[in-house]
């Protein structure tokens, strides 16, 4: 008998792969699939990959994500791979990167922060740290790591 992971292929949209295993629904989480009816959402959990050990996988039909979403999902996801998908082939592939800046992406955990006074400033975060995760305000200097950025 063969063994095969059986998941829906999409005809239009977009998979997110190699997502440390547990971190999908973290990452359906930031993007509001999981508020918004229109889009058909599949989370396969704790996939084997022989390059993870285990993994999970997200495919979105009829969604595609903007520069603010693919940041959000470099946070949680460094190594993941986004594939662009039209007419069920992949018309573009290619890895998140953290960029080193995040700008209007994160809200600042210091309520004293100017970009929380009703100041028509956006947040900005430099990345201090890739492993562990750690972040920066640049206005008030508030330090944060992956439990304050995600809780």
């Known amino acids: 008998?063969?063994?095969?992971?059986?998941?829906?292929?999409?005809?239009?949209?977009?998979?997110?792969?190699?997502?440390?295993?547990?971190?999908?629904?973290?990452v359906i989480g930031i993007l509001g699939v999981h508020e918004d009816v229109n889009y058909t959402?599949?989370?396969?959990?704790?996939?084997?990959?022989?390059?993870?050990?285990?993994?999970?996988v997200i495919k979105i039909e009829n969604r595609f994500l903007d520069r603010n979403e693919l940041d959000?999902?470099?946070?949680?996801?460094?190594?993941?791979?986004?594939?662009?998908?039209?007419?069920y082939e992949i018309s573009e592939k290619f890895q998140v990167e953290?960029?080193?800046?995040?700008?209007?992406?994160l809200k600042c955990r210091n309520q004293n922060c100017i970009t929380n006074t009703h100041e028509p400033v956006?947040?900005?975060?430099?990345?201090?740290?890739?492993h562990p995760l750690v972040i920066r305000c640049v206005y008030c200097e508030r330090t944060m790591g992956e439990k304050d950025i995600f809780s």
């Open 122 to 130: 956006e947040s900005e975060f430099e990345i201090v740290s890739k």
């Open 98 to 105: 953290l960029p080193s800046r995040l700008i209007g992406v």
């Open 1 to 26: 008998m063969e063994k095969t992971l059986r998941i829906s292929k999409i005809r239009d949209g977009t998979v997110i792969d190699h997502v440390p295993s547990g971190k999908g629904i973290r």
């Open 41 to 56: 959402v599949s989370l396969a959990i704790h996939v084997p990959s022989s390059k993870m050990g285990f993994k999970d």
């Open 72 to 87: 959000m999902i470099s946070l949680i996801a460094p190594n993941a791979t986004i594939s662009i998908i039209k007419n």
